[in-house]
């Protein structure tokens, strides 16, 4: 009887709050335990490794759904892209969204393994990164 009364005040609760269950998402969409600081630990540009190039190369998943990817070069360049992120169904697929001044690019990466692994174009030339929690 308990279990009864439980599931009633539940159900009236979400009835009466407004929430809709298929807007809550899944749990790993809500807390979005992929969040949080990662370094690149491999840069392909072409073919050749690049990542030597750079003091670092960073990317930060926020829990608010934004993404920030920033750089610096060894003379003190750097570089900051910035959008929001989701995660795709099937929980591996994380799709990427930046805005620049003229154009919006969407992309995706993969999650595995505490890893994100990144491959897309940029001006006719294929980058593919890895990145890891350190």
Not at 52 to 59: K, M
Request: charged share 25%; hydrophobic share 40%; glycine share 12%.
């Amino acid at each position: 009887m308990k279990k009864f009364f439980a599931a009633v005040f539940l159900f009236a609760c979400l009835f009466l709050s407004g929430c809709r269950v298929e807007e809550m998402g899944d749990l790993g969409e809500v807390s979005r335990p992929y969040a949080g600081e990662y370094l690149c630990t491999k840069l392909i540009l072409n073919g050749e490794d690049r990542l030597s190039q750079f003091e670092f190369v960073r990317l930060v998943l926020g829990r608010d759904g934004r993404f920030e990817l920033s750089w610096r070069d060894p003379s003190g360049g750097n570089g900051t892209y910035a959008g929001s992120y989701a995660l795709a169904a099937g929980g591996r697929e994380l799709l990427f969204t930046a805005k620049g001044e003229r154009t919006e690019r969407t992309f995706c990466a993969f999650r595995e393994h505490g890893a994100v692994t990144a491959a897309f174009c940029t001006g006719g030339r294929l980058i593919c990164a890895e990145f890891s929690l350190p």
